[in-house]
């Protein structure tokens, strides 16, 4: 039998065995449960495995077998040593899925995973990867590389885990790829609960960050270290060489909340939100590329504490302000509590560039509780050039603790900062022709983050930017009962049904849980429903409904029916809705009739509505407020109403909730635009009802027989404008009565 030499195969299987010793006869052709020789034992059942695990030696080799291991509970607990660690890897890099109720926990010294894929599931226990058995036995040394943790959230949204949970000392999490986490909690967090975690000398890196939808609440950071409780601790964790893709969970794409981290060399890529140095000190951000792409909130770097130090960093095309600025230094809470601001002292901002940024804020956040301004502090050496030119500085207390020297600046900078700053509206590009160079020892120089494919693995395709509703599959339907039903049973996502002219009559609820659309073919088909909805979105349900009339007349005779409804029952991921060209009528049948109604614990990414017409609606055509714990949840991100007709409505025609201080979320928004409201509501029924939006507005809208849109401010600086409108055939901008709750003790 072939005995790999494990100066060759062994050592190194974990990166090269798949590649050194393919094509081998390395474990013969029978397919038993154990395999063994010379310290290398390839194991094809979990009991095969614990016993592998068992007897292992340092040195020794677990190869798991190719093939889909479901509700695989795997403990690897054994002690390697340094120079030679104890390997579990794949059989084949990619060919070991992890499904089903399957998790890893990592236990002892020495040890490294590599080569597996969890997919298809969620784990069973608080996370997928675990660098500990329990509270008392954690990992020391090891490593996790070349695996990917793709989609393997929690069906239920508000259930918390961690993809990956980093314990013990000296671990490094490497080359891995995980991507598209829908479910509360950091997708990585580096923890400090006992003293055997702290000061712990963690390297997380070159893995790839791959999308991480908007969560609708505060919990979705993609990578987290410490928390408030221990952030006055050192934790020592490297971060570098990252690339984080689109991870726009909530403001904070990293929560940094202990001190002495190093955040270097990274790329985050068009992610809302920012690098946050939430807790903890001393802390070093250098050599990262921040590159918005000009996508919606993207920022920089958030600086709060002491000692942090943000140096020789590159800020590209970022457009996101406040909370979501290119650079925010906050301004902290006198004798902070752990868990609030404390006061930033001794930062230094040196020898960055900020090219086409829309906002730097200093003393964010400046209100009656945190006004505790930036003491000892410098900014110095930094290229800033705002976003079309102009200047992005916004001062919200006083600065003179920062102390400004020899900058260079787009712009004329406001008048408390001048004299640290050239204005040079014509900075140079460098010779790639797409940076600013540095200048006269002002800007930042040499490289800045790192290339998406030099991150996470070769073998697993990371996501595309695509939209959901891109075509897969084309499917004609003709009209019928139940055609769209039996049609939609078994569809993919992706397809398009086309409807030919006619009636279509549905008897049975259409659960759907991939994007599909349905549009029609010419004519606008007739689609009527005997059921309280017709769709129910549960999973990755996405929806485009296209040039259709939908009649409410076969419903039940029942209160509540709503022709699209959610359920948090099978998972919430981020669902989509588009309407246009879509004719509403005659959902009438008893009272509170909806249009679109989420259930409690689901989340829309956006809801958009075009040229279409709503008419005859008994309750709330867009009901977007179950989540009324004033935890800060809400049921959707973007509701978005342009070009379309509502009449005689029971009203409101949207009710959107979102309750609580909590200052996580950019969302919810509301946005109307170009539309008509004829007789909304009754009783004082408002025209909408938008409880804790942050944004919106309302646009060159005519209004007859309405009451004023109901908005109430709970957190944060909430934006809604109002122009253009007419009321009742008169100009009138503002059409709103508006509580403010935010000062409220
Ligand atoms: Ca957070």
């Given at each position: 039998?072939?005995?790999?030499a494990?100066?060759?195969?062994?050592?190194?299987?974990?990166s090269?065995?798949?590649?050194?010793?393919?094509?081998?006869?390395?474990w013969?052709?029978e397919?038993?449960?154990?395999?063994?020789?010379?310290?290398?034992?390839?194991?094809?059942?979990?009991?095969?495995f614990?016993?592998?695990?068992?007897?292992?030696?340092?040195?020794?080799?677990?190869i798991?077998?190719?093939?889909?291991?479901?509700?695989?509970?795997?403990?690897?607990?054994?002690?390697?040593?340094?120079?030679?660690?104890?390997t579990l890897?794949?059989?084949?890099?990619?060919?070991?899925?992890?499904?089903g109720?399957?998790?890893?926990?990592?236990?002892?010294?020495?040890?490294?995973?590599?080569g597996?894929?969890?997919?298809d599931?969620y784990?069973?226990?608080?996370?997928?990867?675990?660098?500990r058995?329990?509270?008392e036995t954690?990992?020391?040394?090891s490593r996790?590389?070349?695996?990917?943790?793709?989609?393997?959230?929690?069906?239920?949204?508000?259930?918390?885990?961690?993809?990956?949970?980093?314990?013990?000392?000296?671990?490094?999490?490497?080359?891995?790829?995980?991507?598209g986490?829908?479910?509360?909690?950091?997708?990585?967090?580096?923890?400090?609960?006992?003293?055997?975690?702290?000061?712990n000398?963690?390297?997380?890196?070159?893995?790839?960050?791959?999308?991480?939808p908007?969560?609708?609440s505060?919990?979705?950071e993609?990578?987290?270290?410490?928390?408030?409780?221990?952030?006055?601790?050192?934790?020592?964790?490297?971060?570098?060489?990252?690339?984080?893709?689109?991870?726009?969970?909530?403001?904070?794409?990293?929560?940094?909340?202990?001190?002495?981290?190093?955040?270097?060399?990274?790329?985050?890529?068009?992610?809302?939100?920012?690098?946050?140095?939430?807790?903890?000190?001393?802390?070093?951000?250098?050599?990262?590329l921040f590159?918005?792409?000009?996508?919606?909130?993207?920022?920089?770097?958030?600086?709060?504490n002491?000692?942090?130090?943000?140096?020789?960093?590159?800020?590209?095309?970022?457009?996101?302000?406040?909370?979501?600025?290119?650079?925010?230094?906050?301004?902290?809470?006198?004798?902070?509590?752990i868990n609030?601001?404390?006061?930033?002292?001794?930062?230094?901002?040196?020898?960055?560039?900020?090219?086409?940024?829309?906002?730097?804020?200093?003393?964010?956040?400046?209100?009656?509780?945190?006004?505790?301004?930036?003491?000892?502090?410098?900014?110095?050496?930094?290229?800033?050039?705002g976003?079309?030119?102009?200047d992005?500085f916004?001062?919200?207390?006083?600065?003179?603790?920062?102390?400004?020297?020899?900058?260079?600046?787009?712009?004329?900078p406001?008048d408390?900062?001048?004299?640290?700053?050239?204005v040079?509206?014509?900075?140079?590009?460098?010779?790639?022709?797409?940076?600013?160079?540095?200048?006269?020892?002002?800007g930042?120089?040499?490289e800045?983050?790192?290339?998406?494919?030099?991150?996470g693995?070769?073998?697993?395709?990371?996501p595309?930017?695509?939209s959901?509703?891109?075509?897969?599959?084309?499917?004609?339907?003709?009209?019928?009962?139940d055609?769209?039903?039996?049609?939609?049973s078994?569809?993919?996502a992706?397809?398009?049904?086309?409807?030919?002219?006619?009636?279509?009559?549905?008897?049975?609820?259409?659960?759907?849980?991939?994007?599909?659309?349905?549009?029609?073919?010419?004519?606008a088909?007739?689609?009527?429903?005997?059921?309280?909805?017709?769709?129910?979105?549960?999973?990755?349900?996405?929806?485009?409904?296209?040039?259709?009339?939908?009649?409410?007349?076969?419903?039940p005779?029942?209160?509540?029916?709503?022709?699209?409804?959610?359920?948090?029952?099978g998972?919430?991921?981020?669902?989509?809705?588009?309407?246009?060209?879509?004719?509403?009528?005659?959902?009438?049948?008893?009272?509170g009739?909806?249009?679109?109604?989420?259930?409690?614990?689901?989340?829309?990414?956006?809801?958009?509505?075009s040229?279409?017409?709503?008419?005859?609606?008994?309750?709330?055509?867009?009901?977007?407020?179950q989540?009324?714990?004033d935890?800060?949840?809400?049921?959707?991100?973007?509701l978005?109403?342009?070009?379309?007709?509502f009449?005689?409505?029971?009203?409101?025609?949207?009710?959107?909730?979102?309750?609580?201080?909590?200052?996580?979320?950019?969302?919810?928004?509301?946005?109307?635009?170009?539309?008509?409201?004829?007789?909304?509501?009754?009783d004082?029924?408002p025209?909408m009802?938008?409880?804790?939006?942050?944004?919106?507005?309302?646009?060159?809208?005519?209004?007859?027989g309405?009451?004023?849109?109901?908005?109430?401010?709970?957190?944060?600086?909430?934006?809604?404008?109002?122009?253009?409108?007419?009321?009742?055939?008169?100009?009138?901008?503002i059409?709103a009565?508006?509580?403010?709750?935010?000062?409220r003790?």
């Open positions: 039998m072939y005995k790999p494990v100066s060759v195969c062994g050592a190194v299987l974990v090269l065995a798949m590649v050194a010793c393919q094509g081998q006869p390395f013969g052709t397919r038993a449960s154990v395999e063994e020789w010379a310290g290398v034992v390839k194991v094809s059942t979990p009991d095969a614990d016993r592998a695990v068992a007897a292992a030696q340092p040195g020794d080799q677990i798991l077998a190719d093939g889909v291991w479901r509700d695989f509970d795997a403990l690897f607990e054994a002690e390697g040593t340094a120079d030679a660690p104890i890897a794949a059989e084949t890099p990619g060919a070991v899925i992890l499904s109720q399957s998790s890893l926990r990592l236990s002892g010294r020495h040890l490294v995973v590599s597996l894929v969890f997919k599931g784990t069973p226990r608080s996370e997928v990867i675990s660098f058995k329990d509270a954690l990992a020391f040394h996790v590389t070349n695996t990917v943790i793709d989609g393997y959230s929690n069906p239920t949204r508000a259930q918390r885990d961690l993809w990956v949970g980093l314990y013990g000392r000296n671990n490094v999490f490497d080359n891995n790829h995980l991507s986490k829908q479910n509360a909690g950091p997708t990585l967090a580096v923890r400090l609960n006992t003293v055997e975690s702290q000061e000398g963690h390297r997380i890196a070159n893995n790839y960050f791959g999308p991480r908007i969560f609708g505060n919990g979705g993609t990578l987290r270290v410490g928390t408030s409780h221990f952030s006055l601790t050192q934790s020592n964790t490297i971060v570098e060489n990252n690339f984080f893709d689109r991870c726009s969970g909530e403001v904070e794409i990293i929560s940094n909340k202990a001190g002495g981290n190093i955040f270097r060399g990274n790329t985050f890529y068009a992610s809302r939100g920012t690098l946050t140095l939430r807790h903890g000190n001393g802390t070093i951000v250098e050599n990262n590159d918005g792409a000009g996508a919606p909130y993207t920022g920089g770097v958030r600086v709060i002491a000692q942090q130090t943000i140096r020789n960093n590159y800020f590209k095309d970022l457009t996101g302000n406040r909370f979501s600025g290119a650079l925010v230094v906050m301004n902290g809470v006198p004798n902070s509590p609030r601001y404390h006061q930033v002292d001794g930062a230094v901002i040196e020898n960055n560039t900020f090219d086409n940024v829309a906002a730097i804020e200093l003393g964010e956040g400046s209100d009656a509780e945190r006004t505790a301004v930036p003491i000892n502090s410098a900014f110095r050496q930094n290229i800033v050039v976003k079309e030119g102009k992005p916004s001062l919200y207390d006083d600065m003179r603790g920062i102390g400004f020297a020899d900058n260079i600046a787009g712009a004329m406001p408390a900062l001048r004299a640290g700053f050239q040079r509206p014509g900075v140079a590009q460098d010779a790639s022709g797409d940076r600013l160079a540095a200048t006269n020892g002002a930042a120089a040499g800045f983050g790192v290339a998406r494919d030099a991150t693995v070769s073998w697993y395709p990371k595309s930017e695509a959901p509703f891109d075509q897969s599959r084309e499917i004609a339907l003709s009209p019928g009962t055609v769209l039903s039996d049609a939609l078994t569809a993919q992706g397809d398009h049904y086309v409807l030919a002219p006619g009636a279509y009559h549905e008897s049975k609820l259409i659960t759907l849980d991939v994007p599909v659309t349905v549009r029609a073919a010419g004519d088909p007739v689609v009527s429903f005997e059921r309280p909805s017709l769709f129910v979105l549960t999973g990755n349900g996405a929806l485009a409904l296209d040039g259709m009339h939908v009649t409410g007349a076969a419903a005779d029942g209160s509540g029916n709503a022709f699209i409804s959610t359920s948090a029952v998972g919430s991921g981020n669902h989509v809705l588009s309407l246009n060209n879509v004719r509403i009528e005659a959902f009438d049948v008893n009272r009739f909806s249009v679109v109604s989420a259930a409690k614990g689901s989340f829309f990414d956006r809801i958009d509505v040229g279409s017409a709503f008419e005859d609606i008994s309750g709330i055509p867009f009901k977007l407020d989540e009324t714990d935890y800060g949840i809400y049921n959707s991100e973007f978005s109403i342009s070009d379309s007709t009449a005689q409505v029971g009203g409101p025609i949207a009710s959107v909730y979102r309750g609580g201080r909590d200052e996580s979320t950019f969302g919810p928004h509301v946005d109307v635009t170009g539309s008509t409201f004829t007789n909304i509501g009754g004082g029924t025209l009802v938008l409880h804790g939006i942050q944004k919106g507005s309302f646009t060159g809208n005519t209004v007859t309405a009451n004023p849109i109901a908005v109430t401010l709970t957190t944060g600086l909430p934006v809604f404008t109002m122009t253009g409108n007419t009321v009742d055939g008169a100009r009138r901008e059409f009565d508006t509580t403010d709750l935010r000062n003790k």
